[in-house]
């Protein structure tokens, strides 16, 4: 199983930017499908985006559809988030996530097997 690590998390101000980055160890990673969540503070965590063991097809929330683009360097071992026109809304920590499968679209927590610590990102009005 992977161990994950993620990195690139801080404070922005709305409609900026940052890009998120998640460290996997093993010689597996290229076998995981690989997701980001994000829980805010007295809400559950929550699907955000998705990618294929080989980089498509990826599959985005509505709410950050066309402002966030998730990408994997199997090479690296490390998946990104690139998250652009940032809102206070997507203040949260960030999560990335690892299922051992090649299935389509899965939006659930348990649906993984893999979890990173999360990295709190920060969005200031």
């Known amino acids: 199983q992977v161990q994950l690590v993620e990195s690139g998390g801080g404070l922005v101000q709305a409609g900026g930017s940052l890009r998120l980055s998640c460290a996997a160890s093993g010689r597996t990673f290229s076998r995981y499908s690989m997701g980001w969540f994000r829980q805010a503070p007295g809400k559950e965590r929550e699907f955000v985006s998705r990618?294929?063991?080989?980089?498509?097809?990826?599959y985005y929330a509505d709410s950050v559809k066309g402002r966030f683009t998730i990408s994997r360097d199997n090479a690296k071992n490390t998946v990104y988030l690139q998250m652009n026109s940032l809102k206070p809304e997507d203040t949260a920590v960030y999560y990335c996530?690892?299922?051992?499968?090649?299935?389509?679209?899965?939006?659930?927590?348990?649906?993984?097997?893999?979890w990173g610590q999360g990295t709190q990102v920060t969005v200031s009005a």
């Open positions: 996530a690892g299922d051992n499968s090649a299935l389509g679209l899965r939006m659930m927590t348990y649906q993984y097997n893999a």
């Open positions: 990618i294929s063991r080989t980089g498509s097809p990826t």
